[in-house]
């Protein structure tokens, strides 16, 4: 089976549950491609990506940043290739029909990375966002396949609150499957007007196997408490912050370990710094995948202060809570988007209310006063895990909506 993947960028450090989907498939025995919209910022990639060389199998757009230097590219392009052009070429410049793509000549430079490549089984298309760019491509001519788009969060919060107007109304209509990582985010598609007929929950999901419980729970020594995510907004790792200064305060016998980067790092070192926390807060960058399961293996709670940002971006179902449910540790969140779906309040885990500071402390506290609980709680947060995020389990379910799609009759 020939699948072909749309995402914005590859490889991206933070979207391991993509990079998981990708050699999942691979090691079923699909061909896969991967058309990335932009380059990836330099930054570390997850050993797969050398691993499984995909490198080579990712096509990326000709178009130049530069808007002025685009008309030449594209001419030269074209008078390089002028026995090859096709149709698609052409629809492509149909700024009537497909606006702003196609007037940048984005649509034009993917074309040129598309058309010659043979027909694919299936589009998966990640975030909504790139099912509207797949769609086109689809409708030009120059990938053919049956369109399939999984959303994720930020596309129906943030990306919607810029708009005045449903973006998704014609893919909706044309696409062949939409794919939510929760019941909430499946509403949310059907509220913005998907068919439920179209719409599934299809779940992230991790390799247990690959997360052992690995600390011994004990009252002695200090509890390890980890965030790791990008330092975004919604992301909360300051009322994280403010609740570990607070609860240190009452309990001093505590170590805090961020792992991640991004945009508001500046915001969070002052932070730390502003709320004395420089003796309990490691801040440690960027980690690959086996140094975050080296991580996970060392502490005994996760703390992941979700929120909707002010943007109203929002998340979905952040993949590093259930790698640590998969290595045995109670999580400290908050009721927010596909969330409670994963974390059952009181049984594998606590839930408080997004930006609830003193909720967080109390929460922490009583599972860093009481091992046994947080034992307790991570092994039954691991039995989650294992029965319903599996990520072979979800790859087999994936490959089974594929074959059916492919061999449906087309609308």
Request: hydrophobic share 40%.
């Amino acid at each position: 089976m020939r699948v072909a993947f749309l995402v914005s960028y590859f490889p991206n450090v933070s979207e391991t549950f993509i990079l998981d989907q990708i050699t999942g498939l691979i090691d079923r025995g699909c061909e896969v491609e991967i058309f990335a919209g932009e380059r990836a910022p330099r930054a570390p990639v997850h050993p797969e990506v050398d691993a499984y060389r995909l490198a080579p199998m990712t096509h990326l757009p000709l178009r130049p940043q530069h808007c002025l230097w685009r008309p030449f590219r594209a001419l030269g392009l074209a008078a390089a290739n002028l026995p090859r052009l096709r149709w698609p070429h052409a629809r492509s410049l149909n700024f009537l029909w497909y606006g702003l793509p196609a007037a940048s000549l984005r649509l034009f430079f993917e074309t040129a990375r598309c058309v010659e490549r043979p027909p694919f089984d299936i589009i998966h298309c990640h975030f909504g966002p790139n099912g509207i760019r797949g769609l086109a491509l689809r409708d030009i001519g120059a990938l053919s396949g049956k369109l399939i788009t999984s959303f994720y969060g930020y596309d129906v919060s943030e990306y919607l609150g810029r708009r005045t107007h449903n973006p998704y109304r014609k893919l909706f209509e044309k696409a062949d499957l939409l794919l939510a990582i929760s019941q909430v985010m499946r509403q949310k598609l059907i509220e913005l007007g998907c068919s439920p007929n179209r719409a599934v929950v299809h779940r992230l999901g991790v390799n247990p196997n690959l997360f052992v419980p690995g600390r011994r729970v004990t009252g002695e020594g200090p509890v390890r408490i980890l965030t790791i995510g990008r330092m975004v907004p919604k992301k909360g790792i300051e009322y994280g912050l403010r609740a570990v200064a607070a609860l240190a305060s009452e309990f001093p016998r505590i170590e805090y370990v961020i792992i991640g980067d991004g945009p508001l790092k500046p915001q969070i070192e002052q932070m730390v710094e502003g709320l004395g926390l420089q003796g309990i807060v490691r801040l440690c960058g960027w980690k690959s995948r086996p140094e975050i399961v080296s991580a996970l293996g060392q502490a005994d709670i996760l703390l992941a202060p979700s929120l909707t940002a002010a943007s109203a971006d929002q998340e979905g179902t952040p993949v590093v809570i259930m790698e640590a449910m998969a290595s045995g540790l109670p999580v400290v969140s908050t009721v927010h988007a596909g969330i409670p779906e994963v974390v059952e309040d009181g049984v594998s885990g606590f839930l408080v209310s997004e930006k609830d500071v003193l909720g967080l402390a109390g929460a922490l506290k009583h599972l860093a006063c009481n091992p046994e609980l947080r034992a307790g709680m991570g092994q039954h947060g691991r039995s989650i895990i294992q029965d319903r995020h599996d990520i072979k389990k979800l790859n087999d379910r994936l490959i089974g909506i594929y074959r059916e799609r492919a061999t449906e009759a087309d609308r």
